[in-house]
């Protein structure tokens, strides 16, 4: 029987945020979500094509087909969570993806608990948020590594991308904030 090994989401490069340690920023140039729903069909392809590898599982927890259409383009494996106010069931995922705030009755650090629970080493819970609220990601960020998630990266999705050597005004209507399970099983926090 052949054994098979996890690989780890690709290194995040670019600018950094302050933190401990400091966190990579990212621009994404990718379409508003329309009302109701999590994000646009080109932020879905970015999430599955730069945080996982053919074959891994994803778990769906957004509003919207979005990152359902991407996941089976690209050919990995899901689990669409469409009871998402009862629960959802506990599965080992590369990827879990989720708008904020959550439709889960549970508390946010109980959130967390179960998606680290649920990822493999390496993998990563992404959290999407309408951009504004300047204290939103400051508390996601605290619940994920009260639960032992890592602050992995820092997406700021914009509609269009900004342009070297001119002062633009980006039009940011998403942030994306990844954590991430150790690969390093030491029992410790991760963050």
């Not at 680290?116 to 959290?127: M, N, W």
């Amino acid at each position: 029987m052949t054994e098979r090994k996890h690989r780890q989401a690709p290194v995040p490069v670019g600018d950094t945020v302050s933190g401990d340690p400091p966190v990579p920023i990212t621009v994404w140039p990718v379409p508003a979500p329309a009302a109701g729903e999590t994000m646009s069909n080109a932020m879905g392809v970015r999430l599955v094509h730069n945080l996982t590898h053919p074959s891994d599982l994803i778990t769906d927890l957004t509003a919207g087909p979005q990152l359902a259409r991407a996941i089976i383009a690209a050919r990995r494996r899901s689990h669409l969570q469409y009871t998402r106010r009862l629960g959802w069931e506990w599965h080992t995922a590369t990827l879990v993806v989720t708008g904020w705030p959550i439709d889960d009755p549970a508390e946010p650090g109980d959130f967390f608990d179960r998606c680290r629970t649920s990822l493999v080493p390496g993998g990563c819970v992404a959290v999407l948020l309408p951009h504004g609220d300047v204290v939103l990601p400051v508390d996601v960020i605290t619940a994920a590594k009260k639960a032992g998630l890592a602050y992995l990266q820092h997406i700021v999705a914009a509609d269009r991308q900004p342009r070297r050597g001119q002062h633009t005004q980006l039009d940011i209507h998403t942030d994306v904030l990844i954590m991430t399970r150790s690969a390093t099983e030491n029992g410790g926090n991760d963050g």
